[in-house]
């Protein structure tokens, strides 16, 4: 099965299954605000953060941040937040593969789910 999706994928993108024109590519558009953000946290961060971002035990003794926190949201900027998603903070080690504008999303939704 999986031998022959990779021949179709790679019949398409050689051309054969469009008559001999390679198919336009089909981009994905940019995540612009907190709902494509909270799909890609779900992706990225909710293992860790939970699915709501309050946080949650991890395996090694520690809780990860609640993102949802006031307190920690007043004194957290954007620009740290993307600083911690880049580099990395104390346990919680860096999102990689992560583009700009995907951060930028994220950070976000992070805003958006702060609680009073």
Same mark, same amino acid.
């Given at each position: 099965?999986?031998?022959?999706?990779? =021949?179709v994928?790679?019949?398409g993108?050689a051309?054969c299954?469009?008559? @001999?024109v390679?198919? !336009?590519?089909v981009? +994905?558009?940019? !995540? #612009?605000?907190? *709902?494509?953000?909270?799909?890609?946290?779900?992706?990225?961060? *909710?293992?860790?953060?939970g !699915?709501?971002?309050e @946080?949650q +035990?991890?395996? =090694?003794?520690?809780?990860s941040?609640?993102? #949802?926190?006031?307190?920690?949201?007043?004194?957290? #900027? +954007?620009?740290?937040l993307?600083?911690v998603m880049?580099? @990395?903070?104390?346990?919680?080690?860096?999102?990689t593969?992560?583009r700009?504008?995907e951060a930028?999303?994220? *950070?976000?939704?992070?805003?958006?789910?702060?609680? !009073?």
């Amino acid at each position: 099965m999986r031998i022959c999706l990779a =021949f179709v994928v790679a019949a398409g993108v050689a051309g054969c299954s469009t008559g @001999g024109v390679a198919a !336009p590519a089909v981009e +994905e558009a940019a !995540p #612009t605000g907190p *709902a494509d953000g909270a799909r890609l946290f779900q992706r990225r961060c *909710a293992v860790c953060h939970g !699915p709501t971002g309050e @946080g949650q +035990e991890m395996a =090694f003794g520690a809780r990860s941040a609640n993102l #949802t926190d006031a307190s920690l949201q007043a004194r957290v #900027t +954007e620009a740290a937040l993307l600083q911690v998603m880049r580099n @990395g903070i104390g346990r919680m080690p860096a999102v990689t593969g992560l583009r700009e504008d995907e951060a930028k999303a994220i *950070a976000a939704y992070v805003r958006s789910i702060r609680k !009073p």
